[in-house]
């Protein structure tokens, strides 16, 4: 229950910062900014360059077996890696922005929130840190979502200081949120690292038949170049993603304007809040999946899979439900100019239940070593889904986009279903036993 409320204080930041942004700003003002953000989030994305989730696996793995040593070593090539991508993809970018001919509206704007892309990816390391380490609490609340937490408490004050909201001064508001965010969260780590002492927490609630047993399987330690190739595995599944689920708020805004962007950044945002329990059994469970698939207990690992699916599936699918049936109230809560488009909304969370139906489909194949073929699931449909996304924006618009979103969203989650079907000999959808 902790790990929600953290989990869901994240998400409401998130989705908090989007609505307070939207009601104060002008429609094609907080159309630039939600571009601009939407771009920086890629960043740091690529800045990560997947360690976030291969720390999962391999420290998660460490402290199953009660290697601090281990779990130490990976945290940290995780943090001085993805230290130094983040500052280099910010000052390259942002001196080929300097440097660019193109006269671009939101340039200035993009410049402005460069500055939060090493903070964002170093946070996103202290989060998935906290989570191998099998503290999904502390995880989920140094999640980059905590970033726009504070940002929006500090937004909503602004004006009560004489100071009016605009776009530049939200983007300032957010780069600073990020520092403090991420200064916080590096100490903490830091702490958790020096004093805290490994505890396995599988207990006999995890396994199916009530009997639980150490296994003698001991922590292989992981190279550096196992390392490295695993985590650009999972850059790319991350990457293809965003693209994925983003690639249609860039198109909207080429085709027709800013305020196309804004429409499809404000149902998008609200469409993905029910994954947030997704991210919280992830959170919970990776480690966990880790460390029993090392230690080849499969009947243990496959119970875990089920249980965990069917917590997702019986809260998303009834949340998405509403959401699809309510999105005029949904929507309404950007401002009445949103409303009118309620039907972006219906669209993506419709596609959005059949991901809710497969369950944790994906973060088993991260835990269980088949980041290749999830690679290669992931590269197809972000392909098709960014085609799709270019030809229905330029043809249909924003609802164009729209409905490529949700075709990309259903067609992943079958194809890693049955992908995890063909390598385990199971579905890891929901089973009642």
Not at 43 to 54: D, N, Q, V, Y
Not at 115 to 124: C, D, Q, R
Not at 148 to 161: D, Q, R
Not at 369 to 398: E, F, H, K, N, P
Request: charged content about 10%; proline content about 3%; some cysteine.
């Amino acid at each position: 229950m902790l790990t929600a409320f953290c989990r869901g204080l994240s998400a409401a930041g998130t989705f908090g910062l989007n609505v307070v942004l939207a009601r104060q700003l002008p429609l094609a003002d907080y159309g630039n900014l939600a571009v601009c953000l939407t771009a920086v989030l890629a960043l740091a994305i690529f800045s990560r360059f997947g360690f976030e989730t291969s720390l999962l696996r391999f420290g998660g793995a460490a402290w199953h077996d009660d290697n601090l040593n281990a779990f130490r070593r990976v945290v940290n090539i995780a943090l001085k890696v993805v230290t130094s991508i983040s500052v280099v993809v910010a000052i390259v970018i942002g001196l080929l922005l300097w440097v660019s001919p193109f006269d671009w509206a939101a340039g200035e704007l993009l410049r402005t929130v460069l500055i939060a892309v090493p903070f964002l990816a170093i946070s996103s390391i202290v989060a998935s840190g906290f989570k191998a380490a099998h503290r999904p609490e502390a995880g989920a609340l140094f999640e980059v979502g905590g970033v726009s937490l504070l940002a929006c408490c500090l937004v909503l004050v602004l004006p009560s200081l004489g100071y009016a909201v605009t776009a530049q001064s939200a983007a300032i508001i957010y780069v600073g949120s990020s520092i403090a965010f991420c200064a916080i969260g590096l100490l903490s780590l830091t702490l958790l690292k020096r004093y805290a002492k490994p505890t396995n927490d599988l207990t006999q609630a995890d396994s199916p038949d009530g009997d639980f047993k150490d296994s003698n399987v001991k922590y292989k330690e992981v190279s550096l170049k196992e390392y490295l190739t695993t985590s650009s595995d999972f850059l790319i599944v991350a990457g293809t993603q965003f693209l994925g689920n983003w690639s249609g708020v860039f198109f909207v805004e080429y085709f027709q304007d800013e305020t196309a962007a804004a429409l499809f950044s404000a149902a998008r945002r609200t469409s993905l809040l029910p994954l947030l329990l997704l991210s919280v059994v992830v959170a919970i469970c990776s480690p966990k999946l880790a460390g029993l698939f090392q230690a080849s207990e499969p009947e243990r690992f496959q119970a875990l899979v089920h249980r965990s699916s069917l917590i997702v599936c019986a809260v998303n699918v009834p949340i998405l439900l509403v959401m699809a049936i309510g999105a005029p109230w949904w929507m309404n809560l950007f401002g009445s100019d949103y409303q009118s488009h309620w039907i972006l909304l219906t669209v993506m969370s419709c596609g959005q239940l059949v991901g809710a139906v497969t369950g944790i489909a994906t973060g088993v194949m991260g835990m269980t070593g088949q980041q290749q073929l999830l690679r290669r699931i992931s590269i197809v449909s972000a392909v098709a889904a960014v085609i799709l996304s270019a030809v229905l924006s330029a043809t249909m618009g924003v609802l164009g986009a729209a409905i490529a979103g949700a075709f990309y969203a259903a067609g992943q989650s079958l194809a890693v279903t049955f992908a995890v079907r063909k390598q385990l000999g199971y579905f890891p959808t929901p089973r009642l036993r």
